[in-house]
């Protein structure tokens, strides 16, 4: 199904009402508006949870085993990297 809305001055588009209804999309709700290459748009409601976001960003490396997360931790906290690092540890 197709749908046609028109931008106003402002930016301001209208969600026709059964887009709106099919999404869930209540006032107040935000949307993602997502540029592909060849010029198309999508946009995405979100109104997930965080849940939603588990395995939402690929990782194309190696394998890693929980060895190996547990000494990234470690050695990022000692560096002093992420958001709070007071509680840095030593890696074992």
Do not use: W
């Amino acid at each position: 199904m197709s749908y046609i809305s028109v931008v106003l001055p402002k930016g301001q588009v209208t969600v026709p009402q059964e887009v709106r209804e099919r999404m869930g999309l209540k006032p107040g709700d935000k949307l993602e508006f997502q540029l592909l290459r060849d010029g198309t748009a999508v946009f995405r409601a979100m109104n997930g949870t965080v849940d939603d976001l588990f395995c939402s960003i690929p990782y194309t490396g190696e394998p890693k085993t929980i060895a190996d997360i547990d000494e990234g931790i470690a050695t990022g906290a000692v560096a002093g990297e992420g958001p709070d690092h007071a509680d840095a540890v030593e890696p074992a």
